[in-house]
């Protein structure tokens, strides 16, 4: 008995393997073609046969598919009735590599990516709701058990699940035939530090050794955090960041959490003229985009259910059909995106750790200009200065005349004029005996005129002695006050002397490394520009192929970079060139 199931126009002319793509979204059950014979038709041949050969009228006929499943793979738990295994996957070989599309998962972290990856697998197997068992695509509690194992502590929340890149290879199933490798990302966002940048470098090692090129990219966002909060847009910067141009037709949209499929409204809020979606994807209404609700997954048959799951399978037939319809894209852009930015990122880390030295430089130059200053003036306080003097008690020798009686021997005189002052006759025998007047007895005095011949003095002026006075040199020595260097003075000096030879030392040491550390300083500034200016022309590459244009972030920081560096040159070149009292 037949029934029917869908009324769609379909081109007639199409091969049977496009008509199942094209119904993927409408029929969620595994089915099979029947030609007008009503006779099954193998999956196999699908590829060659065109709808209009199998058409009776215009009605195709579909047999229900009974699917024998060969469960494969650990059973992981029992939960509410369920059991729950791990999809065993498998090597492809080169044929299936080159006919597999190839649809990468990412988003942010507790954006509900692995419950979304585990409801894919088994949408993809065709699992109904009312039966008994379900797939896990990965076992979660090995993977936190393993993380426990390696860091010594439990996951808390924010911690991605996924820890690196895996691929997920899944062969041609009851609801299509092309077999699929999903790619599965670490959760951006991450409370750990640092972790966000280990993803990038995780995906591209994953572009450059796994796969080299990318048929859709599918975007998880939570719908009900999807306005453009800080943290939502740091998070869409560093996805939007691995990406090259050509790879924005291939960006799908999916919504996790959607509690209302008939009335959804959360796209809207996307429009914020501030997200990251508006100024690097435009216009979100031209992407694809779809609405998921995996809370029925965990479910049997459970009242109010039904509709949820249905939707849910609608949707990721919907998502196959449109991804099936885009190009394969080359990753080869992406990978010299992601080279790119590494390379300035590393770049901008090398100039910010030689600013850093350079600042420390500076900083060490400015105390020597400054420990140079005080050395200059302990030098200056060291200056050479006159010895004090100090008064001293000292002899000398003085040679004097002294005055002394010379006596004559017995019997011989001298004739001394009074008057003259003076010795008028020497040698002389003196007055007559008994006489004790010169009026006789010498023959100086002339008999008539009574007067000496010598000096004309009257004779009375005259007199007889019997000793001469006489005058002789003598040396004595005398105390006087000199004024001298003072001793203290001098080994104060002398001292002071030893200092400044020192000081003038330790000034040229300080002058030397002071114009070293500024060669050094200035080359180091002139090289961060130089290393900015080459900087500039990868940006100008990057932008050519990126998705997300770099001046968006990095770009200010090259400009913030390059304004500190011109900065500080400025204030360097004043501070070299300026006298200490200017410093």
Not at 69 to 82: F, N, P, W
Not at 340 to 345: C, E, L, Q, V
Not at 440 to 457: A, P, V
Request: aromatic content about 10%; overall charge negative; proline content about 2%.
């Amino acid at each position: 008995m037949s029934k029917k199931i869908l009324d769609k126009e379909i081109e007639t002319e199409i091969t049977l393997t496009k008509l199942r793509e094209q119904l993927l979204a409408d029929i969620t059950f595994p089915y099979l073609f029947l030609n007008s014979e009503e006779e099954e038709i193998p999956k196999e041949k699908e590829p060659n046969m065109i709808l209009e050969d199998i058409l009776e009228g215009r009605v195709l006929y579909l047999k229900k598919e009974i699917v024998i499943r060969k469960m494969l793979g650990e059973k992981v738990e029992t939960k509410d009735g369920l059991d729950y295994y791990v999809y065993p996957t498998k090597e492809f070989t080169e044929e299936e590599l080159k006919r597999s599309s190839n649809i990468m998962v990412i988003g942010e972290t507790g954006v509900g990516k692995s419950t979304w990856l585990h409801c894919f697998i088994n949408y993809l197997q065709g699992i109904q709701m009312e039966e008994k068992y379900r797939y896990y695509l990965f076992n979660e509690k090995k993977l936190e058990e393993d993380y426990e194992k390696k860091t010594g502590h439990k996951k808390t929340k924010g911690c991605s699940v996924t820890n690196k890149p895996a691929i997920y290879n899944i062969e041609s199933t009851v609801a299509f035939n092309n077999p699929i490798r999903l790619i599965d990302t670490a959760g951006f966002g991450d409370v750990r530090e640092g972790y966000d940048k280990t993803i990038v470098k995780d995906i591209h090692n994953l572009f450059t050794n796994e796969i080299e090129t990318i048929h859709s990219i599918c975007l998880l966002i939570k719908c009900s955090e999807t306005r453009a909060h800080d943290r939502a847009k740091q998070v869409l910067d560093k996805l939007f960041s691995l990406f090259g141009e050509e790879i924005k037709k291939n960006i799908v949209i999916v919504f996790t959490f959607v509690d209302d499929f008939d009335d959804f409204s959360a796209i809207q809020t996307l429009q914020d003229e501030d997200s990251p979606f508006i100024k690097i994807l435009g216009n979100i209404n031209d992407l694809a985009h779809f609405e998921f609700n995996n809370k029925a997954y965990t479910t049997k048959n459970k009242e109010g259910f039904a509709k949820i799951f249905n939707n849910n399978s609608k949707s990721y037939g919907r998502l196959l059909k449109h991804v099936f319809s885009l190009p394969s894209i080359s990753l080869e852009s992406s990978k010299k995106v992601i080279k790119n930015r590494f390379d300035i990122s590393n770049k901008i880390i090398n100039i910010c750790n030689e600013l850093s030295d350079v600042i420390n430089n500076i900083t060490v130059s400015l105390d020597n200009r400054k420990s140079l200053e005080e050395f200059k003036l302990r030098y200056e306080n060291q200056k050479e200065s006159p010895y004090k003097q100090i008064k001293v008690k000292k002899t000398r020798p003085k040679v004097v005349e002294e005055k002394y009686i010379d006596y004559l021997s017995s019997g011989w005189y001298v004739l001394y004029c009074t008057s003259c002052r003076k010795v008028c006759h020497y040698s002389c025998k003196g007055p007559k005996e008994g006489l004790h007047s010169s009026e006789y007895g010498c023959k100086t005095i002339g008999t008539l005129s009574r007067k000496c011949s010598n000096c004309d003095c009257h004779y009375s002026n005259h007199s007889f002695h019997n000793y001469i006075e006489r005058s002789r040199n003598k040396t004595i020595y005398e105390e006087y006050t000199d004024l001298v260097d003072d001793p203290k003075s001098i080994a104060n000096e002398q001292e002071k002397k030893k200092k400044r030879e020192e000081l003038s030392i330790i000034i040229k040491e300080k002058e030397d490394e002071i114009r070293e550390l500024d060669e050094k300083i200035h080359d180091s500034l002139n090289d961060s520009l130089d290393k900015l200016s080459i900087i500039s022309s990868k940006e100008i590459e990057l932008d050519k192929i990126a998705l997300k244009k770099y001046e968006i972030k990095n770009g200010y920081c090259k400009e913030l970079l390059k304004e500190t560096i011109q900065e500080k040159k400025s204030d360097w070149r004043d501070a070299s060139t300026s006298g200490p009292e200017e410093q």
